[in-house]
């Protein structure tokens, strides 16, 4: 298709007024203006293993705490009874026997193959919650489904039957962009073939997640609630058509309501609380914070073997825990590469920056040292936000509604591919590309989204030339 020149002058002009109009959002957006994306914990690994590597400025004393928590977090854990027996209790019902299988190099795990197993996705499930609900979707965020509780685990022990297997498949769209150019969008459709334990409920929610990266976890847990508090704007006040909101989810230490920021719907207080939940929900294995794991009393799981009591021992979680909240995020590169410059004011200029927010600062208190007081730029704001028809799940989370979900921190994005060369992105890992993901994006990120379309050429890949720099 030829485009006439008028249409393109035309094209060119909307452009120009949509960013003459968003100037003042551009002009309050943050440029990094230094490679230590992490703050002084940065690390210069850029291959790899870029995302496996300790703060650059954790203590000596420090590390060998670090190494402990990468073994059980890298390990595999087995049935009990075992001679292992610190890491021994796997199961009966999983998705993966350690931490490593689904979050790959420390990294994103990857949609499986039309026909193959999932390696690193899995599916959240319940079903729509009614009046006499309001208490359980206060503690756990959602309802249930009889008999298969919260999450499709598809696979189990010998002995034990998997509860059913997740079946991908997708449809094909067009995008057309300026300049003559299309991308081939994939939408992912999920299905369970094969349920266990019963058939399943017609209102059943589903909504499949990829294991998001480590990096940078104990730098997002040092950053202070009033700061993602006054970030958010439930009402769009200001108008400016984005209205991020602080999900409210359970902290069981606390025993209280507090503001979430880790998972793909902000559904956890905590790195630990994140952590000890998927050794429950994907391994089947118990701790102190979670004595009861994702499997229901009509499954029989109290008839096999445990670990013990609870099996993932409390001198253990603090090990995984301290290890998630230590892995460094590596530093920017081409910072000075003319198109990357160009690229970051682009991502300024159409609105990317109102939810990827560039800057954050750590607490001056923040418990341990090394994270305390530390510049960072994650380019998220830890919010929810409306993300359109096209991302929308359907499965309320806490108070997170079924097309919200967390803005994902963007340091290090430019590495995952070389971290794990399946890596895909967005919560289910369906776009291949970061243009793919950028074209998936709608709802408040619809006006950002329709920009980059009618980009030049030249702008959208400078844009792309930036993103692959974090």
Known sequence: ?????????RQRLALLALLTAIAPLASAAPIQDTPMTGGDGSVSQFDHNAYSLPLGNLPMTERLDFSVGNSFFRNPWVVAPASTDARDGLGPLINTNSCQGCHIKDGRGHPPAEGEPPVSLFLRLSIPAGDDDREL????GAVPVA???????????????????????????????????SVTLREPRYRIDNPAY??????????????????????????????LLAAADPDDDDGDGISGRANRVWDVRQDKTVPGRFGWKAGEPSIEQQSLHAFAGDM???????????????????????GGAPE???????????????LAVPERRNMDDPGVIAGANTFAAIGCAACHTPRLETAADAAREELAGQTIWPYSDLLLHDMGAALADGRPEYQASGSEWRTPPLWGIGL?????PLAGFLHDGRARTLQEAILWHGGE?????????????????????FLNSL
């Open 1 to 9: 298709m030829v485009t006439s020149r008028s249409t393109v002058e």
């Open 137 to 140: 979707v206060e503690r756990t």
């Open 147 to 181: 008999n298969y509780g919260r999450q499709l685990q598809t696979a189990a022990i010998p002995g034990a039957s998997p509860e059913g297997d997740m079946v991908l498949d997708h449809r094909e769209r067009e995008v057309a962009l300026a300049g003559g150019e």
């Open 198 to 227: 019963g058939e399943l409920p017609d209102d059943l929610l589903i909504s499949p997640r990829v294991a998001p990266p480590m990096i940078g976890l104990g730098l997002l847990e040092a950053v202070p609630a009033s700061t």
């Open 284 to 306: 089947g294995l118990t701790s102190s914070l979670t004595p009861a794991t994702d499997c229901m009393p009509a499954q029989g799981c109290e008839d096999y073997p445990s």
């Open 312 to 326: 993932v021992s409390d001198k253990i979680a603090n090990f995984i825990t301290f290890y998630a909240g230590s």
């Open 416 to 420: 995952a591919q070389s971290v794990n």
């Open 445 to 465: 990120a619809d006006a950002s989204q329709a920009q980059f379309r009618q980009l030049a050429p030249k702008q959208r890949q400078s844009l792309l030339d």
